[in-house]
């Protein structure tokens, strides 16, 4: 199927259809009603997941096995409704542009967390301030690369001011991981807090609380009653989150029943299976997940911090790695389509989407040159063939990553440069290793929090990389801040353009491939459209048995 992003204009929210490769199973549960009655069903939905929880403490997190819970039991003052791409207010009652440089946002009245303390400015503040604190890497402060500071004059008054002015993109900001609001009570100001101490202290403000947690195994949900966001009551009280090691298990508990819904991930040939069932419909959409392989600048081959260190030699390796790889076949031969080939780190169809890759390396093209990768090693004098080392994951980004880079191994190897020793980490562990420089090469998947190009770029290649890598440049970076805020379309157009070309050159990532959307249903479970409204937001509020 051919993958398609609508184009969206740049205050767009966040997609309603936007998972990469993610989808989403619903089935009879064993004490579904059968009466078709439209009264609000009160049994519990068990939904199904591969993907893993790294912390519950939203500064300390920026995946989607976290942010499946996250988007649960915290809110932010603006969100996407169901069914909608517009940021609009949550937490808040609205929010207003006061100044060139500041944002004033008006708290609803009487907002309380579950564990009965109010939510006030305070506590807004104290979010804020404390994920900048932290900055923990595998957290989501990198968004906020243009606050430059929190007030709260009155209990329901916030004012947000900006580092630059004309940023139309800061309420889309304020929609994402970086802006869950967390209790002051619970949360210290200056270090993550332990999953355990956070069941613990309830400090819910979403429309479902923890009501139990064994950790990556199974999470139990309640619809919390002090929820005053804009999903409303949820139609289902009780939820549990069932986490599997193995997509094959997770495909035989839904091919038995024994749960209703699935959220990530199975492989593409258990979802062609599946689709063949008489009493199961696949639907598919556009997606804006990508995939793409990191190069650690300091520990891959000649990496500033290896003993033969040559950053020439270094640029011609990641180079000649770009020359190799042919993205249509790992369309084609593992994914059968449902992902497209990728040539920038900004999906086809956003404003501002550059294929910088393809013209650039290979044939071209497109397709693979080994020639081209051959020259480039030889005039920057690299002894072939060169080791290595590449990591990736399976566990998170579903067990066809196996096939994917088994095959990337067979396409780096054949042409005679290049050989690869491919390991596989579980996600909990990943994200550790990989801010550690432990993996020269390795995988990395992303889902926008906002359908904007600049969300493809500023956590790659800005200050504060979420990446981490050891990638930095001062030109590439002063692009990214200024198409941030500029105003003008076509001026932006052009600057979004100019940093893919110039990171590209350089190779920090190598992008492979963008993904669709398949969501697969039984007729028992309703709302499940309506349900997805963007790649970390998987709602469970309007979910509900027939």
Known sequence: MAQHITPRPRRSGRGVLSLSAAFLVALTGCTSTKDGSDAAPTEALTIGTTDQVTSLDPAGAWDAGSGTIESEVYSTLLSVKNGSTEASPDLATGIKLTGPKEYTVTLKKGLKFANGHQLTSSDVKFSFDRTLKIADENGPSSLL??????????????????????????PQVLSTAAGYVVDEQVYPADKILDDESIVAGKPWSGPYGVTSYDKNSLVSFSANSAYQGQQGTPKTKNVQLKYYTTASNLKLDVQQGTIDAVYRTLATADL?????????????????????????????????????ADKVKALAVRQAVADSVDRAQLAQQVYKNSYQPLYSSVPDGLTGAAPSFKSLYGDKKGGPDKAAAAAR????????????????????YGSSSADEYALIKTQLEATGLFKVNLQSTEWTQYGKDRIKHLYPLYQLGWYADYLDAD?????????????????????????????????????????????????????PLLPLLQGSTAIVTRTDVSGVPDALTSAYTFRWAGLSKK
């Open 377 to 396: 090693l030889k005039a920057a004098k690299v002894s072939t063939p060169v080791t290595l080392n590449l990591q990736y994951n399976s566990d998170h």
């Open 455 to 507: 969300n493809y770029l500023s956590p790659f290649y800005s200050a504060n990389s979420w990446v981490a890598n050891g990638y930095s440049d001062s030109a590439v970076r002063e692009l990214i801040k200024k198409e941030e805020t500029e105003t003008d379309a076509a001026k932006r157009t052009e600057l979004l353009k100019q940093a893919q070309d110039k990171a590209a050159a350089q190779v």
């Open 145 to 170: 690369y243009n606050l430059a500071s929190v007030a709260a004059p009155t209990p329901t008054t916030v004012v947000f001011t900006l580092k630059s002015a004309n940023d139309t993109l800061f």
């Open 272 to 308: 062609d299976d599946l689709a063949k069932k008489k009493d199961v419909k696949v639907h598919t959409g556009s997606g804006n997940g990508i995939r793409y392989i990191v190069f650690d600048f300091q520990t891959q081959p000649y990496g500033t911090k290896t003993k033969n």
